[in-house]
């Protein structure tokens, strides 16, 4: 169990992301299975050639300092979570810092631990702002489209994330009750340093990978708030795809009314460590003042982080100053897949 921390914290800032880019599901199976077969993924979203974590990153932090309303000098701590951080020797944090006007005062980082990478800045967020020792934090979790051609990944694989500025609670617009997290060493997704694509094992991706841990780590952080799943407005799970979430939900009771807002993987597909993130996100967008929040992220490796969260008055007047995670779903632009080989450099060229 997670205490919380020495002084209230929320969320005083959010933003997302997600590149103008979408790969029809049915495109990549007429490319690898001869035929146009549909996919519970109607099409995921793609960074254009000039788009990396780095730079999505940077576009989804400045909506949330544009929500949060503060200056940017006064973030102590910038952290990126990801799978596919531009250099594997150089942060990304530190790229993040100096585009938003942060350096040089703030620390920067960057955080691994699959798709739950985000989360858990968004964790050492709360430690370090609920201690006192910074007034906000960001946290971000954001990815790029990580797949092997042909591979099941590649039809769910996805880019885009969120931002999420932690600062004091009577500041935020959404405060952070509670967290915990729910852990093992299970192998059911992975990559080598010298492999350009991740593995995972089939079989063990479902049980005792993601139902293993999103669904304790629920029971967990309800059983810790004494909340039961009708007390939740919201809830919002990891997305890898459109049916664990789904069969996670059901099996614990919340209806689709309270999951519709923040499952987004049929439109844009997994965003790795920016999907529960940019669920959350997408669900502010649209909550009110008073509104329980239930979210659990889920990282192969592996573990699961959950929130409760109390949605507050301020975030009436935050809405509206930034782009939703909405509005960046509609501008979509469909790509073949030739140009989606293009734009990620599929083929070697030297």
């Not at 793609?46 to 000098?73: C, F, H, W, Y």
């Not at 459109?242 to 807002?261: C, D, I, M, N, V």
């Amino acid at each position: 169990m997670l205490n919380e921390p020495a002084r209230p914290v929320g969320i005083v800032g959010f933003g997302s992301y997600v590149p103008r880019f979408r790969l029809p599901g049915i495109e990549i199976s007429r490319i690898w299975t001869e035929n146009n077969s549909s996919s519970p993924v109607k099409a995921k979203s793609v960074p254009g050639k000039d788009e990396d974590t780095a730079t999505m990153s940077i576009e989804a932090a400045r909506n949330a300092l544009a929500r949060a309303q503060i200056d940017p000098r006064d973030l102590r701590a910038v952290w990126i979570g990801s799978e596919s951080h531009p250099y594997a020797v150089k942060p990304t944090g530190t790229i993040v810092a100096e585009a938003i006007g942060a350096t040089p005062t703030t620390l920067a980082a960057d955080w691994q631990f699959a798709c739950k990478a985000g989360t858990e800045a968004m964790q050492a967020s709360i430690g370090l702002v609920g201690s006192g020792m910074a007034e906000y934090a960001l946290a971000i979790g954001m990815d790029t489209a990580q797949s092997r051609p042909g591979d099941a990944l590649e039809y769910t694989a996805g880019a885009g994330g969120a931002a999420f500025i932690i600062g004091p609670a009577d500041e935020a617009s959404a405060i952070i009750q509670h967290t915990t997290s729910f852990v093992s060493d299970t192998a059911d997704f992975w990559r080598r340093p010298t492999t350009h694509y991740p593995s995972h094992a089939e079989r063990f991706s479902g049980d005792p990978g993601y139902f293993g841990h999103v669904i304790p780590a629920a029971e967990q952080i309800m059983a810790e708030m004494k909340m039961t799943p009708a007390d939740y407005d919201y809830v919002v799970f990891h997305q890898p795809n459109p049916k664990f979430p789904t069969r996670a939900l059901k099996s614990l009771g919340f209806k689709e009314a309270q999951w519709k807002a923040g499952l987004l993987v049929p439109d844009i597909g997994n965003t790795y460590a920016g999907a529960a993130m940019i669920g959350l996100a997408a669900t502010l967008d649209e909550a009110k003042p008073g509104n329980r929040i239930l979210m659990v992220s889920y990282g192969s490796g592996a573990g699961a982080d959950g929130f409760d969260l109390l949605v507050t008055d301020k975030i009436v007047d935050v809405q509206g100053r930034a782009p939703s995670t909405q509005s960046y779903i509609r501008r979509s632009e469909e790509i073949d897949y030739a140009q989606y080989v293009r734009i990620r450099r599929k083929l070697a060229t030297h």
